[in-house]
């Protein structure tokens, strides 16, 4: 895992899930919840490659786009170099 070493108050709910609950309990604690139109698609593959990330998220980001990136639950070694893509 690694951290842009930025503390937020930002809330992306799981799988995108509105009616789970999740995001009134995010908001009764001060988070804003955040929905996301791109996914860089990490979850999707064991191992994927910084150029595959990347190429997942240029293909859809317009501009100010938020994009679906993970810090958990595998390896996101390869995140870093596509963030610098």
């Known amino acids: 895992m ?16 509105l009616r789970n609950g999740l995001a009134t309990y995010a908001q009764k604690n001060k988070y804003t919840v955040m929905m996301w139109p791109v996914e860089s698609a990490d ?8 150029q595959l990330l990347a190429n997942n998220v240029l293909k859809n980001a ?15 070694s390869t995140m870093p170099q596509a963030l610098r893509r």
């Open 2 to 17: 690694f951290s842009l070493g930025v503390k937020t108050s930002y809330f992306g709910l799981p799988g995108g899930a």
């Open 43 to 50: 979850s999707h593959s064991r191992r994927p490659t910084a």
């Open 62 to 76: 317009k501009p100010h786009s938020i994009v679906l990136m993970h810090d958990g639950g595998g390896n996101h």
